[in-house]
């Protein structure tokens, strides 16, 4: 029998809606920064909206990572742990080893327009077993022969990036 080593990809949306203090940081920092940004790109023609700058300006398509600066500090503050997933006894054990983060839509003058993406790609982990909605996982750590294992439930945003048969 084949071991399925798979990742796992999460998308954090985040817009004025957000609620926890990562998110809210990440809302307002971005937005000052996309406001700062996007200066460099609105010179010739007036644009509003981040559509607009990227309709008539192409190279604002750089704003993703232009405005991923201002929060690459909170990024390190996760400690690489994918917020928001957690397992069925509400650990939070999944780590991730890349991430992007993209600008969704923003206004430059209504940050209630404002909205970001950060999608998160967790390492391998070994795929044992479906269990209704639940997957059992484990990352290879084991105790005098046992692995220890996390029931993770698939919820939406989470999906299986890729999947390898080793």
């Known amino acids: ?16 809606s957000s609620i926890h203090a990562f ?3 990440i809302f307002e920092d971005s937005y000052k920064e996309f406001k700062l940004q996007a200066q460099n790109f609105n010179k010739e023609i007036e644009c509003n909206t981040f559509d607009e700058l990227i309709r008539y300006v ?3 398509k750089n704003l993703h990572s232009l405005v991923l600066a201002a929060v690459l500090g909170y990024m390190n ?29 923003s206004s430059l ?13 967790s390492k391998p982990y070994i795929w044992h077993e479906t269990i209704d909605n639940y ?3 484990s990352d290879n750590r084991t105790n005098r022969g046992e692995v220890y294992t ?17």
Do not use: C, Q, W
């Open 23 to 25: 998110d809210r940081l």
């Open 58 to 60: 192409p190279a604002a």
């Open 1 to 16: 029998m084949d071991t399925k080593k798979i990742t796992f990809s999460y998308r954090k949306v985040i817009d004025k």
């Open 109 to 121: 003058h209504d940050i209630s327009t404002h909205k970001v993406a950060i999608t998160f790609f």
């Open 150 to 166: 996390h029931l993770l439930e698939l919820k939406p945003f989470l999906s299986i990036h890729s999947l390898k048969f080793v």
């Open 77 to 105: 503050d996760l400690n690489e742990t994918i917020p928001d997933v957690s397992n069925a006894l509400g650990n939070h054990f999944m780590t991730f080893k890349n991430y992007s983060f993209e600008v969704i839509s």
């Open 135 to 137: 997957l059992l996982v």
